[in-house]
């Protein structure tokens, strides 16, 4: 779909969100996109070692597109979908969240490459992925109690592991906007730079990660995902798993090789 915009270099993919003139404002028919179709396409792509998620124009994303459930559709439903229809209501939901957990399920590294404003949904994109780098003209805020709603696109799964249950709650109750200073204190971001050095601070960072060797790096991510949040026992056996693979892998080899040799190693993710 248009509202997309999605480009290789390497091993390093771009998803933009494309909508400029909305300051890439979200729909739910874009969620249900990312979680049909562009999610599992770029899930199932070996070649990928990083993906970068953008927004073109001057915003990461303003959040939903509020026509979404301000204009009613025919028979006088919101554009959130009938609350009558037989469908079960929490698969409905469901079904729109799983186009932002692909982010966190993904074997590659994600890194959300933030400008101008990450409201709501945006904010909850950017919390989707596993890195943050934003300009520090940026504003993020989880909004969504302005509306009478809760942020429900994982904000409130992502956040707390950032900052605790505490303070993430009081974040979204209050649907406070925060500064990037503000949100690297926090720590929310990884990097704060200024605008005009962004791209060239997240190119470096995903050519960096894309060089590391991919199962190793696909092995930290899956070891903390599979961790986090459970027994010391559960995460050392999640950390067993990933490291056999790297055991076993040439990457290993050619890491050893290489040091004897000394020059850089070629991994090959195998």
Request: glycine share 10%; with cysteine.
């Amino acid at each position: 779909m248009d509202e997309f915009a999605l480009s290789r270099a390497g091993h390093v993919a771009r998803l933009a969100l494309n909508r400029p003139d909305k300051l890439n404002a979200q729909t739910p028919a874009m969620w249900m996109h990312l979680a049909n179709e562009l999610g599992p396409e770029l899930v199932a792509d070996k070649s990928i070692r990083v993906l970068i998620v953008e927004g073109r124009g001057r915003s990461f994303s303003a959040g939903i597109d509020i026509s979404t459930f301000t204009a009613p559709r025919d028979g006088g439903t919101s554009g959130l979908g009938d609350p009558n229809s037989a469908r079960d209501p929490v698969e409905a939901v469901r079904a729109v969240q799983r186009g932002f957990e692909f982010l966190e399920m993904a074997p590659f590294v994600t890194i959300a490459k933030v400008h101008g404003h990450a409201l709501g949904a945006g904010m909850q994109l950017a919390l989707a992925c596993d890195l943050r780098v934003i300009s520090d003209d940026t504003t993020m805020g989880l909004l969504e109690t302005n509306w009478g709603l809760m942020p429900d696109l994982g904000g409130t799964v992502w956040l707390p592991r950032l900052v605790g249950p505490a303070k993430a709650l009081e974040i979204m109750v209050t649907a406070d906007k925060l500064r990037a200073d503000e949100l690297l204190r926090l720590g929310i971001v990884n990097h704060v730079v200024p605008r005009e050095e962004l791209d060239a601070k997240v190119d470096e960072l995903a050519q960096r990660i894309a060089a590391r060797p991919p199962l190793a790096v696909r092995g930290a991510k899956a070891a903390i995902r599979g961790g986090w949040g459970q027994s010391t026992e559960v995460g050392m056996t999640a950390a067993a798993h990933a490291q056999l693979a790297c055991l076993e892998s040439r990457d290993f080899t050619e890491a050893a090789k290489a040091f004897i040799e000394q020059r850089p190693p070629e991994f090959t993710g195998r």
